[in-house]
């Protein structure tokens, strides 16, 4: 499977941006997705996963109460909505495809095999 990653830019703190995942080559499945970013001279981080059913979510502490993570099964997309934008949410923004059928919502990088190829956000103050 093939992920693209789309929907970066620049925004004023405070402000949303909303991220989509496409999957192409073949279907997301039953199969998490997540969501991680890289900051400029840090590790990649863990930012949020969802489950194959939609249903089951989980957040890193930073983003919790302001992102959430939509998938829409049928047309083969998951989003991430990220409101109440902060400066230190700069980063390039990465999707992923679960390693496991039937995974939850993972959060460690070891739990993913494909991955997209980044879309930069950049939050001005």
């Known amino acids: 499977v093939q992920l693209q990653a789309s929907g970066g830019g620049l925004v004023q703190a405070g402000g949303s941006l909303r991220l989509s995942c496409a999957a192409s080559?073949?279907?997301?499945?039953?199969?998490?997705v997540g969501w991680f970013r890289q900051a400029p001279g840090k590790e990649r981080e863990f930012v949020a996963a969802?489950?194959?059913?939609?249903?089951?979510?989980r957040y890193s502490d930073s983003v919790k109460g302001r992102f959430t993570i939509p998938r829409d099964n049928a047309r083969n997309l998951v989003y991430l909505q990220m409101n109440s934008l902060k400066p230190e949410d700069t980063a390039v923004y990465y999707c992923?495809?679960?390693?496991?059928?039937?995974?939850?919502?993972?959060?460690?990088?070891?739990?993913?095999?494909?991955w997209g190829q980044g879309t930069l956000v950049t939050v001005s103050s």
């Open positions: 992923a495809s679960g390693r496991y059928t039937y995974g939850g919502a993972a959060t460690a990088l070891k739990e993913y095999d494909y």
């Open positions: 080559g073949r279907t997301f499945g039953p199969n998490a």
């Open positions: 969802v489950g194959w059913t939609g249903s089951n979510t």
